[in-house]
């Protein structure tokens, strides 16, 4: 009797040990084949890198990610980027610049011209994401301290205005200085400056072909070079 109940216990651990063994290999296989998830969680309303965040910039949008091999190309990427900015309210694209990283996007305010928030396209997935950098740490009006003490303003100054201390001018000189400095032998050209709230955003040439762009805190003169697109292909201007 004690034989055959030890029979039955050793017959029911293979029995759980195979089982088991199967579930872990499924697993396995199908984590191989299963791109990963992009930041934060699928919600009914897209993805959203902070959920807990209000505003557009806590929104990681994609209703559907979709993973194409082939790259996607400017125009593209403008559908996809009127799509998504349709869903916010009275914005429009200014202008679409092509990088080797990335595709990146100026959105501005329908009523006022003025910079909203600047957007990012990855070429491939088609995936539309903030900007980071001074788009979330400087703009006063859709950033992520439109709400509260902002650390590089003093606190009398917070609030979504578009009046600055700094001028769109002395933005650009102190760019071209801040260049000037990295690239002491090149010919530098600082574009005109994206106003927005809080801050400046400047494309600029080097020898005589765009290289890349930067950012100046319309405060405190802080200046924060965009590092993450790589190589400038193209661009198209809409507004």
Excluded at 83 to 89: K, P
């Amino acid at each position: 009797m004690e034989k055959k109940i030890l029979l039955i216990t050793l017959l029911l651990a293979v029995v759980v040990l195979a089982s088991a063994a199967s579930i872990i290999l499924i697993s396995s296989v199908t984590a191989q084949n299963t791109i990963p998830p992009f930041y934060g969680a699928l919600t009914p309303y897209g993805w959203y890198g902070c959920p807990m965040c209000g505003g557009w910039w806590g929104r990681w949008y994609q209703p559907y990610p979709q993973y194409i091999v082939q790259r996607l190309d400017i125009q593209n990427v403008i559908e996809r980027l009127e799509e998504y900015i349709s869903r916010l309210g009275r914005f429009k694209i200014s202008e679409v610049m092509e990088f080797t990283n990335n595709f990146y996007a100026i959105i501005i305010e329908e009523d006022t011209g003025m910079g909203a928030f600047e957007l990012l396209v990855d070429p491939y997935s088609g995936v539309i994401t903030p900007e980071p950098g001074p788009n979330m740490m400087w703009n006063l009006k859709y950033g992520m301290h439109n709400r509260m003490h902002n650390v590089w303003v003093p606190w009398w100054q917070v609030g979504p205005n578009s009046e600055m201390p700094i001028s769109s001018e002395e933005a650009k000189e102190i760019a071209y200085s801040y260049l000037k400095s990295i690239y002491p032998t090149e010919d530098i050209e600082v574009e005109e400056p994206a106003k927005f709230y809080g801050y400046y955003t400047l494309d600029y040439e080097l020898n005589g072909r765009i290289h890349g762009m930067l950012s100046v805190n319309g405060f405190t003169g802080e200046v924060w070079y965009h590092s993450w697109h790589r190589e400038f292909i193209q661009e198209k201007e809409l507004s």
